[in-house]
């Protein structure tokens, strides 16, 4: 792209000071961000974002309660989202290629690697490396929101095989939406907690096998009844847990004897409580599981990426159901939004106005 249409100025999601609680009360948009392309590193190029997800990562980091945070405030906020490259270094002594070492030219489509800072943006100066090319078949909003949830379930269910059964809770997150699907595609088959009834069929449509409601208010032993009739007593080795007290409890107790309990994530803010009685006479092993642990295992990573273009490419799995979608200049009412419970699906921002 001729640098005549490139803008010396871009608008930008930036987080000033982090507050627990109240994410979106640290952050600004601010239009007036430089743009300085004419000094890019030769391994650097210029990406103009398309679309970018409102993740509970990205809500942890506002609240400064995630693991991974900026390096310094303040900071352009936004760990995932979709793009396209507008503008790669003239006379480079190295070739421009992606994290898998294929060719960038100006007008790929691509995506970032998560924890890559600054996607909630117009425009970002990005190191090739951390970009991976997608299909121009695949829809640069379903790109968006590739590299966090897919991978994820993927690796959850790494050790789940065809026939298995898998009981995960906030199923109907667009997190447990991405496991029921790729579960689907692998013949693995699901149990689903939800804390509302309402929400099944959408679930079901989506290849959910079993829905089952559980508030996470009362005791556990009935939806633990429900979930063994249901599945007609079948024996499930594998609970993914993202919400931890109660319904994280209610997934200990479905688990056969020697399965495996992995939780990423805290949702409910509460403690996770491990029964004596699951551990003595259940043998059953808690783990804690975190995509970046996965995204290290490098060949294996590149493996699933792969499988999953493909999957995605042919409609096999979808990403996240859209809620709404946001400017970059509706920053506090889009997080407010993506914070709270009354939303359906994720919470978008249209980095590109050009968009729809």
Known sequence: MSDLLLPSTFGSVVLNRTERGNPAEGIEYKSDNSLDYKSLLPAQCVVKLAYAPINPSDINVLEGTYIRRPPALPATAGMEGSGVIAFLPENSNTECVDQYGSKLTVG???????????????????????????????????????????????????????????????????????????????????????????????????????VVVYSGDNDFIEAAENVKEQTGGAKIRLAINAVCGRSGELLAKCLAPGGVHLTYG????????VSG???????????????????????????????????????????SVIDTIYNLNQAKEAVKHAHSSNRTGKVLFRCDKTLS
Request: charged fraction near 25%; proline fraction near 3%; glycine fraction near 10%.
């Open 108 to 210: 790929d489509h691509v995506v970032g690697s998560p924890w890559n800072w600054g996607s909630w943006a117009e425009y970002a100066i990005v190191e090739t490396n951390h970009l991976r090319i997608i299909p121009k078949s695949i829809d640069l909003k379903t790109g968006a929101m590739m590299c966090v949830n897919p991978p994820t379930a993927y690796g959850l269910l790494e050790s789940a095989k065809e026939g298995d059964w898998v009981i995960q809770n906030a199923a109907n997150s667009g997190m447990g939406q991405a496991i029921i699907q790729i579960a689907k595609a692998r013949g693995i088959r699901t149990v689903n907690i939800v804390r509302r009834e309402g929400l099944e069929q959408d679930l079901l449509d989506i290849g959910a096998d079993i």
């Open 266 to 273: 805290v949702m409910s803010q509460r403690p996770m409580t």
């Open 277 to 319: 009685g699951q551990l003595l006479f259940k043998d059953i092993t808690y783990k804690g599981w975190h995509l970046g642990k996965f995204q290290a295992q490098k060949e294996k990573f590149k493996d699933m990426w792969t499988w999953l273009i493909d999957t995605v490419d042919k409609g096999k799995v979808t990403t």
